[in-house]
């Protein structure tokens, strides 16, 4: 079983470094967690082993039937586990009041799950209040909490669910789940049921929020794809939650466990990859600029004497403009308001590589301008160090894999080993 | 004597048994809110208890509201006993009909959202259930009350209180002078009741929906 011991330092983005001092999260210790209902024969979920440390989101992801949701609504115990314990913090959890459990657990639910009788404040209020903060407390909470989700506190909390667009309500009730300041937090396909484009927002806002709280984050999807963008670690799970493969994104991408995982990958791990890096991961080349306050003949300059024929134009702000060619500077004839072909894409340097592979290829010289934080320019990407920067990584990936293998084969033959030496002592009891 | 100088002649009257009706209807739809949605409560959420509750009262309203007072009578004795006891058996049906199938009819995901962001039992069915069923109970009570109007009437055959008293004075003198006057007061102080109530529930269903479930 390819578990714990995971390859690090693939992706700074995705790792979230071990020693943070505002760490809330708790950690989750799954036991031989099994469920069986009354009248099937088969667990639903058999023997369930997992470690997930603080602040960590752990992605459970699996064909619908699987068990992954069963497996997550027992960590809560919305579903009682028929054996095994769960411990969260080194706390045995499987025999306290479950309500107790549940307040210290949030949890979010596709289609939000929102009372339709409450407004958004009242919503967010229920927990707070459940376990008795004060109304001050309560009443800031809610703003704060608003505010987290990215919607305005003023203009939402008295609304009804049903006055909100599908991804307002997922906000909100993702600002319910964690409004009484959860340790732990479950999500059940939360963003099952919005738009593609809200979706993708959504995740987004997601990584933002994980990078602020650091909440221990265990997250049920069907959907591979946001799998991959949104957990530390995933769970890839098959029939009766049996594991397949418990492991970083990159790891399960470049060396899938089986069979089973390597579908459930499905084609192009090599794409998929590109959404694991960012831009600033990569190299940023330079190119020549100029800005559009510069005289006309600083441009005629550079351009007849420089090694380049392009100069990029940047605009008064340091924000990409136009891609001005030699040619375009001769037929400007001394103005350059119709001169060049105006700067139509830039990404920014929190860009996946997919997005600005995207760009490049969609450019007709091949090349992308990366921007900072305010649009202003800091350098180029183009079709050669995009191949570069890919190449390396799938090679560094490569090379982690078959490490990763030897040391998966090693601690096998080091358990057969030893049940081999505990079949042996074993025997001279069984004669007497 | 036409109907407007019977009306003049014996509002006092009159007006005692419309008070004394509306008074009658409305204290027995109250007790019936109260065991109509413990009952609902207390069954909804097993399949034969709830449906037992359902039947039972079903059956209570097979039963002619004329014969139900006669056979109360040895039980009870006569007056206010008989007609309150019967009005409440009846009120129960609508009332413990809606709030199971109010109750049941709450989105699931909600409960278990209840449940998961850690609210009690208690909790639940009073701050996520109820109100979302409130609506469906408020309709069976509704529904209540319009039939016990008509009900109570038959009370004054085991000398109960209300309009019904008129209306069976005027049966049993019937060709006298003021036989159909008296029908026609009686008949009319009851469907003018029926409406006043009907505006009132309407008014409390406005105020105590919550805007973000009313249609």
Known sequence: MPEASTPSGAAPAHTTPPSTTTTTGATIALEDLTKRYSGTPAPAVENVNMDIKAGELVVFVGPSGCGKTTTMKMINRLIEPTSGRIRIDDEDVTGIDPVRLRRKVGYAIQSSGLFPHMTVAQN?????????????????????????????????????????????????????????????LLMDEPFGAVDPITRDHLQDELIRLQHELHKTIVFVTHDFDEAIKLGDRIAVLRERSHIAQFDTPEAILTNPADDFVSGFVGAGAALK????TRVRDVEIVDFPTATIDDPLQYL?????????????????????????????????????????????????RDA???????????????????????????????????????????????????????????????????????????????LS | MNFWEYIGN??????????????????????????????????????????LAITSTATVLTVPSLAMIGLLIPVTGLGVAPTVTALILYGLLPIVRNAIVGLRGVDPTLVDAAKGIGMSRLSRLLRVELPLAWPPILTGIRVSTQMLMGI????????????????????????????????????????????????????????????????
């Open chain 2, 10 to 51: 014996r509002y006092a009257q009159l007006l005692t048994d419309t008070y004394q009706h509306a008074s009658a209807v409305f204290q027995c739809m109250v007790v019936a809110t109260l065991i109509g949605v413990l009952i609902g409560v207390a069954t909804y959420r097993s399949e034969w208890a709830g449906n």
């Open chain 1, 124 to 184: 967010i209020a229920l927990v707070p209040k459940l376990i008795g903060w004060s109304k001050a407390k309560v009443k800031s909470r809610i703003e704060e909490m608003l505010d987290l989700v990215g919607l305005d506190a003023g203009e939402f909390q008295g609304r009804y669910p049903r006055q909100l667009s599908g991804g307002q309500q997922q906000r909100v009730g993702v600002a319910r789940a964690l409004a009484a300041d959860p340790p732990v």
């Open chain 2, 152 to 215: 109570a009437a038959i009370g004054a055959y085991s000398s109960g209180p209300g309009l019904g008293n008129e209306i069976f004075r005027g049966i049993s003198s019937l060709g006298s002078a003021n036989a159909l006057n008296q029908v026609l007061a009686g008949t009319l102080g009851i469907v003018i009741l029926a409406l006043v109530f009907d505006a009132v529930y309407v008014l409390i269903g406005r105020l105590t929906i919550s805007r973000g479930i009313r249609a």
């Open chain 1, 352 to 430: 996946t590589l997919r997005d600005a592979l995207e760009a490049v290829l969609t450019d007709n010289a091949g090349r992308v301008a990366v921007t900072g934080r305010r649009g202003e320019y800091t350098g180029v990407v183009d079709m050669e160090t995009l191949m570069n920067s890919v190449q390396q990584l799938l090679e560094e990936d490569r090379l982690e894999a078959v490490e990763h293998q030897h040391a998966l084969l090693e601690q096998r033959a080091h358990q057969t080993r030893r049940e081999q030496e505990g079949a042996t002592a074993v025997r001279p009891e069984d």
């Open chain 1, 273 to 276: 990859r590109l959404n694991l």
């Open chain 1, 300 to 348: 005629f300059d550079m351009l007849r004497h420089g090694s380049t024929n392009e100069v990029l134009l940047l605009d008064r702000y340091r924000r990409p403009y136009k891609w001005l060619r030699r040619g375009d500077l001769m037929r400007a004839k001394g103005s350059l308001a119709r001169a060049g072909t105006l700067v139509h894409d830039t990404v920014t």
